[in-house]
């Protein structure tokens, strides 16, 4: 079935690193979304990603979205304490207002 | 109302009781999905409603599960003979139209433990 994978599964990193997180669909996507949910909270929406090999960028986040419309990332510059919680790609395939949700990357950091 | 809200927010059933969770969505969101999200996964997809119809009921995990939205807009997700498989938080998410292309807003979610 359709399937988004998305790695590393934890990150860990000391205040002031960057951060990336990959996510890889198996089939072509139409569109995908991010989205970020804090500890104990519900997910929050960052962005969404369209076109073939868009970027875009809010502050310190770049989001991009692969040429072949099958892979995204996020990174983040500068990591700081309030970007702790767990980052989510959720993709959609054409025709479908279903999202299929990564299991997540969830991000530490240390102060 | 300001944002998704769900009831209960948290609740605990003895395996085997019945369960009703509710979803008010934002006034005028037209789309409302519910979803399933175990711990330390990503939400799955359980069913969506355009206004009062169910359009999409492929992810309820067996026929224990039922969904509706009678008038197309608070949403009731109800969990029949409730099994311990079935302890997750389950979220609502709503958003303005139908286009593909909007955002999902979510509620904060009803944490369901099974024992």
């Known amino acids: 079935g359709q399937q988004v994978m998305q790695i590393p599964q934890y990150q860990h990193v000391q205040e002031g690193e960057d951060f990336t997180t990959y996510c890889n669909s198996s089939t072509t996507l139409s569109n995908i979304q991010w989205y970020k949910q804090r500890p104990g909270g519900h997910p929050v929406f960052l ?5 073939s090999g868009e970027v875009k960028k809010q502050k310190r986040l770049t989001f991009q979205f692969g040429e072949a ?5 996020l990174h983040i510059t500068a990591t700081q304490t309030t970007d702790v919680g767990t980052y989510f790609c959720a993709g959609r395939m054409d ?10 990357t969830r991000l530490l950091v240390r102060p | 109302g300001a944002g998704v809200s769900q009831s209960p927010r948290y609740k605990v059933a003895k395996r085997g009781q019945d369960v009703a969770l509710r979803c008010d ?22 069913t969506y409603f355009q206004n009062e119809a169910q359009l999409d009921k492929s992810g309820l995990p067996s026929d224990r599960f039922f969904a509706e939205r009678p008038e197309g ?3 009731t997700l109800k969990i029949q ?10 979220l ?6 139908s286009s593909s292309y909007n955002e ?12």
């Open chain 1, 47 to 51: 962005i969404q990603l369209v076109k």
């Open chain 1, 69 to 73: 419309k099958k892979n995204s990332s």
């Open chain 1, 95 to 104: 025709s479908s207002y279903k999202l299929i949700f990564g299991s997540g």
């Open chain 2, 25 to 46: 969505p934002i006034s005028g969101h037209v789309s409302l999905f519910w979803y399933q999200q175990a711990l330390g996964q990503g939400p799955e997809f359980l």
């Open chain 2, 73 to 75: 807009s608070v949403s």
């Open chain 2, 81 to 90: 003979r409730t099994q311990q498989e079935d302890s997750a938080v389950y």
């Open chain 2, 92 to 97: 609502c998410a709503t958003k303005r139209g």
């Open chain 2, 104 to 115: 999902q807003f979510f509620g904060p979610g009803t944490r369901l433990t099974v024992l």
